[in-house]
Nanobody
Framework: QLQLVESGGGLVQPGGSLRLSCAGS????????IGWFRQAPGKEREGVSC???????YYADSVKGRFTISRDNAKNSVYLQMNSLKPEDTAVYYC???????????????????WGQGTQVTVSS
């Protein structure tokens, strides 16, 4: 059974950093595109970043230059390094897995059939 488990969330001050992890089991994550999404209270879930099976990366404009996605296929894991965090980054962060779409990945929810349970990130002083 394919499972994704996020970890690494927490409370951080504005300007701080967090590193989220997404650990996969029941499948070889290196064969899948992995996306990070977030959902703030009262808002739609939005795509943050994704990484292809050959490690091409894509970012939402709101996080470019601040967030970095990476993967370690030996550990069946994907990471999201978040720097220069802002209060507007506060949300539940989810990782998701989906089949490759050619040589790219998309920041749209409906191409990812497998989801983790989410981890809370709160940016506040």
């Amino acid at each position: 059974q394919l499972q994704l488990v996020e970890s690494g969330g927490g409370l951080v001050q504005p300007g701080g950093s967090l590193r989220l992890s997404c650990a996969g089991s029941g499948f070889t994550s290196g064969h899948y595109a992995i996306g990070w999404f977030r959902q703030a209270p009262g808002k739609e879930r939005e795509g943050v970043s994704c990484i292809t099976s050959d490690s091409s990366t894509y970012y939402a404009d709101s996080v470019k230059g601040r967030f970095t996605i990476s993967r370690d296929n030996a550990k069946n894991s994907v990471y999201l390094q978040m720097n220069s965090l802002k209060p507007e980054d506060t949300a539940v962060y989810y990782c998701a897995a989906g089949p490759p779409i050619g040589a790219m990945c998309l920041l749209t929810r409906n191409v990812y059939p497998y989801w983790g349970q989410g981890t809370q990130v709160t940016v506040s002083s």
